[in-house]
């Protein structure tokens, strides 16, 4: 089951990796700052294949009496590559310090250049678990809100409830300043609407959703988005306002992440708690239980929330043909539904 997170006071823990070994900068029990580099590694500014055969006009078998560097090998500036002797000396060089990665098929791949990458933290925190030559776990507490979609961007800023009455002139002065600001507002509005919003420079937006048609210009914003409860005309519900009455006004971290489960990817809003307390290396398991407090997915009950009154331990076929694990809750509207399992997202508060 897919879990979300909405918490007044919650202890989180992210874990910043690189792709392939590189340096650690950081050490157990050290503070760190959004952006601050976790660590990093240098990898090949570009990559440049060239067809030997072709090129050079040889045929496959004369390649490895031509190849004047193998596979594996560092190279300089200069350096022959690869050579054709005869009347007229047809040569390869590299064109910049670089490595050999590989020679097969009749063509030669050549690593140039270096660049650096690094991974950074997205929270303010402190390491609590050191990841040999990959990276480390960040440790914080804080408010928390994770979302159902995010555009992959990330921004600090005040955070502010924001509510605007699109049916008056933007030159009577009832917008409200949004300038450098992360601004929650409940739906997404209509294309027009949602490009004056962006023409008041927030640092983000937050939705608790957007129509379907909105997401490429959602995507291509320069700004983090975030849609707490995803796609549709879902209204939000009693214990996320709860938070983000806390969030407003705060300084707080909106990182639009993709969404991916497996990895505990979430696009989430964070208001870091000030304590110099060094939290666990683990959170506490979260599973779902009698008195749970869930949101439903799935229409018609999208976006609404109740509490698991039960969990029947055999599985059901449901309408959709599929046999799953029920679950019965009870709406805030006090009607008791009975829903798969999957279609819930447990709310850790």
């Avoid at 990796?17 to 952006?35: F, R, T």
């Avoid at 067809?51 to 596979?71: C, F, T, W, Y």
């Avoid at 209204?235 to 992440?257: C, W």
């Avoid at 019965?328 to 850790?348: F, G, T």
Wanted: aromatic letters at 6%.
């Amino acid at each position: 089951m897919e879990v979300v997170r909405i918490s007044k006071d919650q202890t989180v823990l992210r874990r910043y990796v690189l792709p392939c070994k590189g340096k650690v900068l950081v050490q157990i029990g050290q503070s760190v700052a959004p952006g601050e580099p976790i660590a990093e590694v240098d990898l090949p500014g570009r990559f440049q294949v060239f067809d030997v055969v072709n090129s050079l006009h040889v045929k496959p078998g004369q390649m490895e009496k031509i190849m004047k560097r193998l596979a594996g090998e560092e190279v300089k500036v200069g350096d022959v590559i690869a050579q054709k002797n005869g009347l007229f000396s047809r040569i390869f060089r590299a064109y910049e310090d670089g490595k050999v990665l590989s020679v097969r098929e009749g063509k030669v791949t050549l690593a140039l250049g270096e660049r650096k990458a690094q991974v950074s933290t997205a929270i303010p925190g402190t390491i609590v678990e050191v990841i040999p030559d990959r990276g480390a776990v960040v440790s914080a507490q804080g408010a928390l809100i994770q979302g159902a979609w995010g555009n992959g961007l990330s921004a600090a800023g005040p955070f502010q409830v924001t509510e605007i009455d699109y049916t008056k002139p933007d030159r009577n002065g009832n917008w409200p300043d949004m300038h450098g600001k992360i601004c929650f507002l409940e739906t997404c509005p209509r294309l027009e609407n949602l490009r004056r919003i962006v023409n008041r420079k927030p640092a983000g937006l937050v939705f608790c959703s957007a129509m379907p048609g909105l997401v490429p210009e959602l995507r291509g914003l320069p700004i983090p988005v975030i849609l707490l409860s995803g796609f549709g005309d879902i209204r939000i519900d009693p214990i996320t306002s709860e938070v983000l009455e806390v969030l407003d006004g705060q300084v707080v971290y909106s990182n639009a992440l993709q969404r991916e489960p497996e990895t505990d990817s979430f696009p989430e809003v964070f208001l870091p708690k000030v304590s110099e307390q060094v939290h666990g290396l683990f959170e506490s398991p979260e599973t779902l239980s009698i008195g749970s407090k869930v949101r439903l997915l799935g229409m018609p009950y999208t976006g609404s929330v109740g509490e698991v009154v039960e969990i029947p331990a055999a599985a059901e076929k449901f309408a959709s043909g599929l046999v799953l694990q029920p679950v019965v809750v009870k709406r805030a509207d006090e009607q008791v539904i009975r829903v798969p399992r999957e279609n819930l997202e447990l709310l850790v508060q």
